[in-house]
């Protein structure tokens, strides 16, 4: 410490002293820098070196010290501000360090360059780390005015592409800078990483590869464990390399994830990878694990994109509930910290459909959609877009699935060919085309059937699910359920129950459209059980309004005339709506969708011979009477 006023070190660091001094002063102090901001320039000089004394808070108290002193240099209070920067990085306030970097820099004396410069570079990667793309740019030109070496400049700039996550729609240029930079310096390649080359993974492989060879002849084992990182992404999307052993060797560098930012890390590549497999055990350890350090040094958006890959771990486990509270971590604090909405609503989508209702799903699924399209986030937009469909399939909006399929095919890159355990919509694509009867379409999207997918694999039993499915319509019914079987033990295999309870419903359908009851009833009955016990409400009442269904054609005449031929589900609809529920506030009770509630009530009231609520409710009084 060397400069004066209220010094950093006098206060302790004990996390539950520093929380209670944020939470009583948070406050009169938004308070006291907005109006120091709408002061002239030497009103607020005068305002912030008051407020240095008067902050109980010993980071914030050198942050107003270093705003008293907007145009001149000190390099004693540069030194407190980049102390003050550091301890603010500590604590995981991030846009605060951002902010504290930038003003260490402005006070270091401009005969010291190289560390204005260092300052300016790390101010420039804490912004990004916070997601505030001004101070990262703010930053970035400063960097850019210091005179900075190819991959000095390369490493600024893609701060500012970082800061825009995956909103990447208005730094093409800033990308191609980066390209251009890296070409007359080959050093300067082993700073790049994914985003350099986000339109096409090729590119970004052989800048991969070419990084950690550099990386590993400098001696720089944190910048190879990224770049052999990033090459493990590229290899896995493009099915070319051994992307297992380059993670392997990213992992065997022992590099701390929290080095290069938890999402660039090769511990969280590995959880995400295990998700792919559907190794779900490992893949939550390694989740935990990652947890407790984002928890400790990570930033906002480190802890969403860990709930989300959570959330979708439960998902795929068939524990619901889990599902819903990850996912709606990770959404809420998407919303506070001001991230990007399309990740987290793909998210809450997800988990909706299956442990919340169809309603919620299709609702986060279009504020996700568009958020994305908006942000240019082409990965999330198409991802909202299967799960819009996904839904639609499941209530029986056939035509809404079929468009919403249509329109992720068209909008999904072809340049950047997936994993097809990465992104499972074709299967259900072709499930909707089915059942809208365009067979042909079907066919032509089975063909594209990717040979890199195992049959025995939980993605192959996806594709064999729907393959299944066109069969059964092309008349090979025992074929197809013969194949619905080994899908649904691939499943049971792997620990996949939704999945496999989707497989149960799917040769239910079969089965009972060839009017074989007790084999549909068998098939209904093993899908309600798995869905009980995940606690998938929206798929659980589908599951029991096709029992229903059988139960009704299986009843005496006697009862249905005492019922009205009602089954369970449209005798509880028909008695919500008498009882004065609007379509939406019974859809939300039953677990099912507006549509599919306005199809029941069309049957109820063919059934009852009514046509409004208030000649069902006396109906309903006839029958009870």
């Given at each position: 410490?060397c400069?004066?006023?209220p010094g ?10 520093r929380w209670?001094t ?6 009169p102090?938004?308070?006291a820098d907005g ?11 005068d ?6 004394y008067a ?11 270093a705003?008293s ?7 004693c ?5 980049a102390?003050a ?5 500590a604590d ?5 360090s951002?902010?504290?970097f930038v003003?260490?820099a402005e006070?270091t004396p401009v ?24 101070l ?8 850019a005015?210091?005179r900075?070496?190819p991959?000095e400049?390369?490493?600024a700039?893609l701060?500012?592409v ?7 729609a208005?730094?093409?240029?800033l990308?191609?800078r980066?390209?251009?930079?890296a070409s007359?310096?080959p050093?300067s390649l ?7 080359s986000?339109?096409d993974p ?7 590869r070419?990084a950690?060879e ?7 084992p944190?910048?190879e464990?990224?770049?052999?990182t990033?090459r493990?992404?590229m290899e896995?999307?493009?099915n070319e390399g051994d ?5 392997d060797?990213?992992l065997?560098?022992?590099?701390a ?9 090769p511990?969280y590549?590995?959880a995400?990878h ?5 190794r779900?055990?490992?893949a939550r ?7 407790a350090?984002a928890e400790?040094h990570?930033q906002e958006?480190?802890l969403v994109?860990?709930?989300r ?5 439960e998902v795929?486990s068939?524990a ?10 990770a959404?809420?604090?998407?919303v506070?910290?001001g991230?990007s909405?399309?990740p987290?609503?793909?998210t809450?989508?997800?988990a ?5 209702s ?7 699924a279009?504020y ?7 942000e240019?986030?082409v990965?999330?937009r198409?991802?909202?877009?299967w799960m819009?469909?996904?839904v ?12 919403a399929?249509?329109?992720l095919?068209?909008t999904e890159?072809?340049?950047?060919p997936a994993?097809p355990?990465?992104f ?9 085309l089915?059942?809208a ?5 079907a066919q ?6 990717p ?5 025995d694999s ?7 699910r729907?393959?299944?499915?066109l069969l059964d319509r092309?008349?090979e ?5 013969e ?7 691939v499943?049971?295999?792997?620990g ?6 989707r497989?149960?419903?799917?040769r ?6 060839h009017?074989r009851q007790?084999?549909?009833r068998?098939?209904?009955q ?14 659980l009442?589908?599951?029991q309004e096709h029992l ?6 299986g009843?005496?005449?006697s009862?249905e ?6 089954t369970?589900?449209?005798a509880?609809l028909?008695?919500?709506?008498s009882?004065?529920a609007t379509n ?9 969708s ?9 049957r109820?009231y063919?059934?009852?011979r009514?046509?409004?609520r208030t000649?069902?409710l006396?109906?309903?009084?006839a029958?009870?009477g």
């Amino acid at each position: 410490m060397c400069g004066t006023g209220p010094g950093l070190l006098e206060y302790g660091s004990d996390p539950w002293c520093r929380w209670r001094t944020c939470r009583r002063y948070w406050v009169p102090r938004a308070l006291a820098d907005g109006v120091v901001e709408s002061a002239g320039q030497q009103e607020r000089t005068d305002a912030h070196r008051s407020l240095a004394y008067a902050e109980a808070d010993p980071v914030h108290a050198v942050r107003h010290r270093a705003l008293s002193r907007p145009e001149a240099t000190d390099p004693c209070l540069a030194e407190d501000t980049a102390e003050a920067a550091g301890r603010a990085r500590a604590d995981g306030e991030r846009a605060l360090s951002a902010e504290l970097f930038v003003l260490a820099a402005e006070l270091t004396p401009v005969n010291r360059p190289a560390l204005r410069l260092s300052r300016f570079l790390t101010a420039a990667r804490e912004a990004a780390a916070a997601g505030d793309s001004n101070l990262a740019r703010r930053a970035a030109n400063a960097v850019a005015a210091s005179r900075p070496t190819p991959a000095e400049h390369v490493a600024a700039l893609l701060a500012v592409v970082d800061s825009h996550s995956q909103a990447l729609a208005g730094v093409a240029g800033l990308l191609e800078r980066c390209r251009r930079l890296a070409s007359s310096d080959p050093q300067s390649l082993a700073a790049i990483r994914a985003n350099v080359s986000n339109s096409d993974p090729h590119e970004a492989l052989g800048a991969a590869r070419k990084a950690a060879e550099l990386a590993r002849s400098a001696g720089r084992p944190a910048l190879e464990a990224a770049s052999l990182t990033m090459r493990a992404r590229m290899e896995r999307v493009l099915n070319e390399g051994d992307s297992r052993a380059t993670l392997d060797r990213a992992l065997a560098l022992d590099v701390a994830a929290e080095a290069d930012g938890i999402a660039n890390s090769p511990q969280y590549l590995a959880a995400r990878h295990a998700i792919f497999d559907d190794r779900l055990a490992e893949a939550r350890s390694r989740l935990t694990v990652l947890l407790a350090v984002a928890e400790q040094h990570g930033q906002e958006e480190d802890l969403v994109d860990i709930w989300r890959s959570l959330a979708e771990v439960e998902v795929r486990s068939g524990a619901c509930a889990k599902a819903l509270a990850w996912a709606g971590k990770a959404l809420d604090a998407s919303v506070a910290a001001g991230l990007s909405l399309g990740p987290a609503c793909y998210t809450t989508a997800l988990a909706q459909s299956t442990g919340g209702s169809f309603a919620a799903a299709l609702r986060y699924a279009a504020y996700g959609e568009r958020a994305a399209r908006e942000e240019g986030d082409v990965l999330h937009r198409n991802r909202n877009l299967w799960m819009a469909g996904a839904v639609r399939l499941h209530t029986g909006d056939i035509n809404g699935a079929v468009t919403a399929f249509a329109l992720l095919d068209r909008t999904e890159d072809s340049r950047r060919p997936a994993d097809p355990s990465v992104f499972r919509w074709q299967p259900d694509a072709i499930e909707a085309l089915v059942a809208a009867g365009e067979l042909t379409s079907a066919q032509n999207m089975i063909l594209t059937f990717p040979a890199t997918a195992r049959q025995d694999s939980a993605t192959g039993a996806g594709w064999t699910r729907a393959r299944a499915l066109l069969l059964d319509r092309a008349g090979e019914t025992d074929r197809a359920v013969e194949l619905l079987h080994a899908a649904a033990e691939v499943f049971r295999r792997d620990g996949l129950p939704l999945e496999e309870a989707r497989t149960h419903l799917a040769r239910g359908r079969i089965q009972r459209a060839h009017r074989r009851q007790a084999a549909a009833r068998t098939a209904f009955q093993d899908a309600r059980d798995l869905y009980l016990l995940a606690r998938a409400q929206p798929m659980l009442a589908t599951v029991q309004e096709h029992l229903d269904r059988l139960d009704g054609q299986g009843r005496s005449r006697s009862r249905e005339e005492g019922r009205a031929g009602l089954t369970d589900s449209e005798a509880r609809l028909a008695d919500l709506v008498s009882r004065g529920a609007t379509n939406q506030q019974a859809a939300q009770q039953m677990y099912i969708s507006v549509k599919t509630v306005e199809s029941m009530l069309s049957r109820i009231y063919r059934k009852l011979r009514v046509r409004s609520r208030t000649q069902l409710l006396a109906a309903l009084l006839a029958h009870t009477g």
